[in-house]
């Protein structure tokens, strides 16, 4: 009995540190997971703090910068009101700067009457004695007040047929290549007339021009 008593004690014994080295390990293994736990939330932790570090830097940059600006701009603009606020002196005038800028209005005044002068005597063609010159061409188409009517009157007399068969577009086409050749000259010699005037002018010029076949037709017949 006394042997049995033995061997079941050193049994006990040993289950008993079976167990307890069992426990050890079950305390290890439990407080490595915690650690491990305790690194992970760590890990994220720092990294939560890491974001928010970089987030305040970046306000913290934002914010330098947007002062920056305004001071920059509170400097410029403190800049464009002294420059307004600076009353610039006049510039000293002498004797002779205003002896010359009168004679340099005066001899403006001048050459401006001569220009004036020398218009006012350019020969102008009273509309009445144009009207009158008008009517005074030679056979029927002196009665013409327009080269359609000179046409007209042309065609319906007797030596029309002695001239050419189509005298209205002679007469036409000469009286145009008249006006194109005279009319740019007229509006040099009097640059102050009205197109209708001119056109008075020309055609004045055009009932003595060797060019107007009414005259050739004149020319003709004495």
Known sequence: ?????????????????????????????QKAKEDAKWVDEDKALQKKQQRKEEEERKRLEALQRKQELKAAYEEDMNKAAASKGKVQAPPKVTQAAIHAQKEAEKKAQEEEDRIRAAQAQKIEVPTAEIEENMNRLDLDALQARNVDEAIKALSSSGGAAAIDKHPEKRLRSAYTTFEETRLPQLKIDHPTFRLSQLRQILKKEWQKSPENPLNQRSLHMT
Do not use: P, Q, S
């Open 1 to 29: 009995m006394g042997k049995k008593l033995t061997e079941n004690t050193k049994a006990v014994a040993a289950r008993a540190r079976k167990a307890e080295t069992k426990a050890e390990e079950n305390v290890k293994k």
